[in-house]
């Protein structure tokens, strides 16, 4: 089940939010119940594409 990371656009904060089939296109913040959120990339997808690149000469750079 994925859990995405939005950013409220009305108070700046930023929260995780499981979300269920459905429910994406329907995201309030939980501070200021706003529906004008930013749907961020996860930092663990973020992370794994952004380090894949570099992953085949880490091995190498760390022994
Ligand atoms: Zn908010």
């Known amino acids: 089940m994925p859990i995405f990371e939005y950013k409220c656009n ?3 904060k930023e929260f995780e ?6 429910e994406e296109n329907n ?3 939980p501070d200021c119940k706003s ?3 930013a749907k961020k990339m996860s930092a663990a997808s973020f992370m794994g594409s952004s380090m894949g690149k570099c992953a085949t000469n880490s091995p190498k750079g760390f022994s």
């Open 35 to 37: 529906p004008d959120v």
């Open 17 to 22: 939010k499981l979300i269920f089939t459905g």
């Open 27 to 29: 995201i309030t913040c």
């Open 10 to 12: 009305q108070c700046k």
